[in-house]
T-cell receptor, first 109, second 115 residues
Framework: ELKVEQNPLFLSMQEGKNYTIYCNYS?????LYWYRQDPGKSLESLFV?????AVKQEGRLMASLDTKARLSTLHITAAVHDLSATYFC?????????FGTGTKLQVIP | EPEVTQTPSHQVTQMGQEVILRCVPI?????FYWYRQILGQKVEFLVS????????KSEIFDDQFSVERPDGSNFTLKIRSTKLEDSAMYFC?????????????FGPGTRLTVL
């Protein structure tokens, strides 16, 4: 059974600081996703990572994938309050998607 | 911009009743999914659907659950006899696997409350 673990579960950081969220998974996968979820809202797709060494950036967020280590990271650069949300990684194998536990990020002004 | 829509936004039902949750995926998408999220917890995969049949399903998706694409536009999730523990947010998603990406677009969700 595919297991996906994220850490940390909670992250409180000051504006302007950098931090990284980690996503480990237990077996090989086809694709890895990062999503953002605001309270009471749906999931917004941030990144889709397909291959080893893939790196994607959008604004202050950068995601990378190391398939050999079964690890993806979501790096936050110079955090701003608007980035406060819960971030999920999700791993797809076949047509089944397994989500991580989520990281609740709070950016403090 | 095309989007996935879901109805109703909130459904309240009595334990043991049947519910049908409805989704309209993005029109040119071919892959459809249902997920659920119990309040404050992670998102759980229920089922994927392609070419009018189930591709994958999770352990949660037991005989009480079924999916259907009745008319080429709607994609429904039926729970035959609801239990208290079925209370959750249910999200529908669709994708078209363009270029192997399979980016899934999520609907706004239906909050199901079982009393």
């Amino acid at each position: 059974e595919l297991k996906v673990e994220q850490n940390p579960l909670f992250l409180s950081m000051q504006e302007g600081k950098n931090y990284t969220i980690y996503c480990n998974y237990s077996t090989t996968s086809d694709r890895l996703y990062w999503y953002r979820q605001d309270p009471g809202k749906s999931l917004e797709s941030l990144f889709v990572l397909l291959s080893n060494g893939a790196v994607k950036q959008e604004g202050r967020l950068m995601a990378s994938l190391d398939t050999k280590a079964r690890l993806s990271t979501l790096h936050i650069t110079a955090a701003v309050h608007d980035l406060s949300a819960t971030y999920f990684c999700a791993v797809e194998l076949g047509q089944k998607v397994t989500f991580g536990t989520g990281t609740k990020l709070q950016v403090i002004p | 911009e095309p989007e996935v829509t879901q109805t109703p936004s909130h459904q309240v039902t009595q334990m043991g009743q049947e519910v049908i949750l409805r989704c309209v995926p993005i029109s040119n998408h071919l892959y459809f999914y249902w997920y659920r999220q119990i309040l404050g917890q992670k998102v759980e995969f229920l089922v994927s659907f392609y070419n009018n049949e189930i591709s994958e399903k999770s352990e949660i998706f037991d005989d009480q659950f079924s999916v259907e694409r009745p008319d080429g536009s709607n994609f429904t999730l039926k729970i035959r006899s609801t239990k208290l523990e079925d209370s959750a947010m249910y999200f529908c998603a669709s994708s078209d696997v363009a270029g192997g990406i399979n980016e899934q677009f999520f609907g706004p969700g239906t909050r199901l409350t079982v009393l």
